[in-house]
């Protein structure tokens, strides 16, 4: 279907090529995962083969046709980019049509395309919503409708899967192999690991070169007999996740649930000699269990671990102004926008030194939640106190004590790295010597100083969360807020950011965290799944994925009890609707 021949293309002011000699054939009628770090050059290599861009060297043909000679590919070909292509002021109806005419299907022939693609994808009922107004997935699902307005032959999807909760993708995906199915070549870049194991094949790139191209299961195999989960005291799996990714013999550590999954190097399996005796922890081991790899353990592996000095062991304390153990509370929390509420009555509690999760699908008012809790937006009922600070009477106050990294990270994209902290740190109230010495900290612990006078617009993704987190600790707050803080950013730099977070904890400060990630769920002590604005469970990972056990489903994951609590609140809700009808009716009375 696409054929890569030695294909190599370069940026002005690049320091390396972001392909280079890139050889590689995608079949046609299989899903090709493309998987790589930030930078690896993923997007690139779809832009060439969509012939938006032309290669320095080296020829790519697509449908046997060459992309610098032959346009008539282009027929057969739709790309997704990764900012879907919507017009957000156009209504859903609005933006097929539209893209119906671009791509000159006749009236008669677009219109009955568009009918198709709307029941297929199950945006029948929004069909007049406009596309700004769409939640994550839904918008998604535009633009698949969007690009198969052509029914094509081969589809380009750059990241369709980065923003949107497991319930989407998982109908995302449902979409993408039912095309496949029918002799549709995919090619589906995505950050989500779990992903490529979906895939037929994968093309792993790394500083715009091949690691491996083939069936997944055959890159995980480099993981085999290496892999394993470790029993530990729940208060001690932050600290050995660092201890343990400085020893030589490790190549990977984190935490999953109340254990630790632990990856080691070849040479730390000495024939013979039992786990617990190896060089590849300490002492603290209870039980060391072999478990299955992951196509994660080997893409970490493949790229040599988490870096030794990047491992976060600074020793910094988290403001000394906080002395609640109760840092955060939130009280039957409501937030009405007109006739609809996006919170309805949510509750809970949050100590010092934990990691608190609020899980949901896209639009359930976890965002909206932070807001409040943020001192960015009032309740319309109850209450709210964070670091012992009421946010209805002292909302300003309270924000002294609040560190906030935005799902779009809200950098200032003209502002150089420090001016970005020297802006952010005044608003955080820190002045002079104290502004200096916390800008000087942030840049050496971040390992942002080489960048500190180069424009934040102008970082790679995995800086700017560094610069974003940078921005939101830089006053050492007590509570630190981060929505969706690693969606798009690859395994590598998570796993990174990650370390940081369980720093700041150990220290003592509070980390409430949104994710559609579910691996990084894991890390949370506790969650709290919100639907609908309600929270329909609350309970450690562990305990949310013991929930749905069975004999059917004896290993479930977390993202399986995610799809599964949902499902049966979804259907609780419109049982009682049932009822509520059924009720109006019989009386006589208006149902709904």
């Known amino acids: 279907m696409i054929r890569f021949e030695q294909v190599t293309k370069r940026f002005p002011r690049a320091d390396r090529a972001a392909l280079h000699e890139v050889s590689v054939r995608i079949l046609a009628g299989a899903i090709t995962g493309v998987i790589g770090p930030d930078g690896a050059g993923k997007t690139t290599f779809l832009r060439l083969a969509a012939g938006l861009l032309v290669p320095d060297q080296g020829r790519i043909t697509v449908l046997d046709h060459d992309t610098q000679r032959e346009l008539a590919f282009r027929d057969h070909l739709a790309y997704m980019p990764q900012k879907f292509g919507l017009y957000t002021d156009l209504t859903v109806w609005e933006n097929l049509l539209l893209y119906a005419r671009l791509r000159g299907i006749p009236a008669a022939e677009g219109r009955a395309s568009i009918d198709r693609l709307l029941t297929f994808t199950g945006l029948g009922p929004f069909r007049r919503r406009l596309a700004g107004k769409l939640s994550g997935g839904m918008k998604q699902k535009l633009g698949l409708a969007c690009s198969m307005l052509i029914q094509p032959k081969v589809m380009l999807l750059d990241e369709p899967g980065v923003g949107v909760d497991p319930v989407s993708r998982r109908e995302l995906w449902k979409i993408v192999q039912e095309q496949r199915d029918q002799g549709v070549g995919i090619v589906w870049s995505t950050p989500y690991l779990d992903e490529a194991e979906k895939c037929d094949y994968v093309l792993v790139l790394y500083e715009g070169k091949v690691v491996f191209f083939g069936p997944p299961a055959e890159f995980t195999a480099r993981a085999n007999n290496r892999t ?156 709210a106190t964070v670091a012992g600070v009421d946010l209805r009477k002292a909302r300003a106050q309270a924000r002294r004590f609040v560190g906030y990294m935005a799902q779009s990270f809200s950098l200032y994209g003209d502002l150089t790295v420090r001016q970005n902290l020297e802006f952010f740190g005044g608003v955080y109230g820190l002045r002079g010597a104290r502004l200096s010495v916390a800008i000087r900290q942030m840049l050496d612990e971040l390992e942002l100083a080489p960048l500190a006078n180069i424009s934040a617009g102008l970082l790679p993704l995995g800086f700017k969360q560094r610069l974003a987190l940078a921005v939101a600790i830089l006053h050492r707050p007590a509570v630190v807020f981060l929505d969706e803080p690693t969606s798009g950013v690859d395994p590598l730099a998570r796993r990174e950011f990650w370390l940081r977070i369980d720093q700041l904890v150990e220290e003592g400060a509070v980390v409430i965290v949104t994710t559609h990630f579910m691996d990084e769920a894991e890390y949370c002590d506790r969650l709290a799944l919100i639907n609908r604005g309600k929270v329909i469970a609350m309970d450690s990972p562990d305990a949310i994925r013991n929930s749905i056990q069975s004999p059917q489903l004896p290993n479930p994951t977390l993202e399986d009890a995610f799809i599964a609590m949902l499902e049966r609140a979804n259907e609780a809700t419109e049982r009682d609707a049932a009822v509520t009808a059924t009720g109006a009716e019989r009386k006589g009375g208006p149902t709904t």
């Open 228 to 383: 394993f989960l470790v029993e530990i005291p729940a208060e001690e799996r932050r600290r050995l996740t660092r201890e343990w990714l400085q020893k030589p013999t490790v190549v990977d550590t984190r935490i999953q649930g109340q254990r630790l999954r632990v990856v080691l190097r070849p040479e730390a399996l000495v024939p013979g000699t039992p786990p617990e005796a190896r060089d590849a922890a300490p002492a603290e081991i209870h039980h060391m269990a072999p478990t299955e790899a992951r196509f994660e353990d080997a893409f970490i592996d493949a790229l040599g671990g988490v870096p030794k000095d990047r491992v976060a062991l600074v020793n910094r304390t988290a403001s000394g102004e906080n002395h609640h153990e109760e840092v955060v509370v939130a009280e039957g929390l409501v937030k009405r926008f007109g006739r609809f509420t996006a919170v309805d009555h949510v509750s809970f509690r949050v100590r010092r030194g934990e990691v608190f999760g609020l899980l949901g699908p896209n639009g359930a008012g976890k965002s909206t939640t932070f807001r409040m809790l943020c001192g960015l937006a009032a309740p319309t009922e109850g209450h």
